[in-house]
């Protein structure tokens, strides 16, 4: 008897074969600013606690505003995340709000930002870099904004007091952020050139960013590095002079905040109040002062023979003075 064919079935376990590879799908492209941003953010620095300066050459010159430089020979950089070097003061130019400062360099050299050969046209896209609101010394993080050239005009020299760099002349006016911090910060175009540095002297009937622009840099640096003082500019030089206040004090950043007093010069109005180095200046005529500049902006509106009301702390004691401001010595 013939066995009739039967089809077998045999259960077989199923394995999973794996899928074809795929190639990983690009992601967003980077935009400029975040390329320049990691290309020069290492050449940014922190001065002291809250302004901003920029490495100009390998060798570790380093160029900033005179008004962020406390009243010593040495001071402290800071640099992107958390990175500190010591600097000594080469020169200042206060006429045009610009100081001149030396690292040691590593043997290798340092990160730079190299001086552009022209000023910008406006229209030019540009960036601010630096330690707005103390990025640099709190975040170890260099600030970037981004905005473009809007103007070109002259400062016209403010009222100075306390020993306040001035700066009156021309300037690039910018739309990029110029926040607390970014007095000394550098403005670079989209190369990673140089093409200003921020000041905090502005035109407060514009309320935008001012920058001393690269070819009065270029001079300044030029001089400093030569041992010259730097002409005045054009516009500086023809302005009449104004009547100054003056209290006799050097004030620095403290990092409480406030403007701490350096240094009291002899028979002056700070002394006729028993003004003692190591103050902290808190208020000036019922204005809170919260940083150096802040200070000395406040100094500057005000003329010999105004009265003035500190608030002042020494230690752990809250103190108030009053104290006429008298006239510049010669010199100041």
Not at 13 to 38: D, K, N, Q, S, T
Request: glycine share 10%; hydrophobic share 45%; aromatic share 2%.
């Amino acid at each position: 008897m013939a066995i009739p064919h039967r089809l077998l079935l045999l259960a077989l376990p199923c394995l999973a074969l794996p899928a074809p590879a795929r190639a990983a799908e690009p992601g967003p492209p980077e935009g400029p600013y975040i390329a320049l941003h990691r290309r020069v953010a290492p050449a940014v620095v922190a001065v002291e606690s809250l302004g901003s300066g920029v490495v100009i050459s390998a060798d570790g010159l380093v160029l900033t505003a005179a008004s962020v430089v406390p009243p010593r020979d040495t001071l402290s950089l800071g640099f992107a995340e958390g990175k500190r070097r010591g600097a000594k003061v080469v020169a200042r130019a206060p006429s045009h709000d610009l100081a001149l400062l030396r690292l040691d360099p590593p043997a290798d050299g340092l990160p730079y930002i190299p001086l552009a050969d022209a000023d910008p046209p406006l229209g030019r896209a540009v960036c601010t870099l630096g330690n707005a609101f103390q990025s640099i010394s709190r975040d170890g993080q260099v600030a970037i904004s981004a905005g473009m050239v809007s103007g070109r005009y002259a400062l016209a020299p403010p009222r100075s007091g306390g020993g306040r760099p001035v700066y009156a002349g021309p300037v690039l006016e910018i739309t990029a952020a110029v926040n607390p911090g970014m007095a000394g910060a550098p403005v670079i175009d989209r190369d990673g050139r140089l093409v200003g540095l921020v000041t905090l002297n502005f035109d407060k009937a514009r309320w935008l960013g001012a920058a001393v622009p690269v070819s009065i840099l270029r001079t300044v640096v030029a001089d400093l590095q030569a041992g010259r003082a730097p002409s005045p500019p054009p516009e500086a030089a023809a302005a009449p002079a104004r009547a100054e206040g003056y209290l006799g004090i050097e004030v620095e950043e403290p990092p409480e905040g406030g403007a701490a007093i350096a240094k009291v010069a002899p028979d002056s109005p700070a002394a006729r109040v028993d003004l003692r180095v190591g103050d902290r200046i808190v208020e000036l005529n019922g204005r809170p002062i919260e940083s150096r500049v802040e200070l000395l902006e406040a100094m500057s509106e005000l003329g010999p023979g105004t009265r003035v009301r500190l608030v002042l702390e020494r230690g752990t004691e809250t103190l108030k003075k009053m104290v006429d401001l008298g006239t510049p010595p010669a010199g100041k």
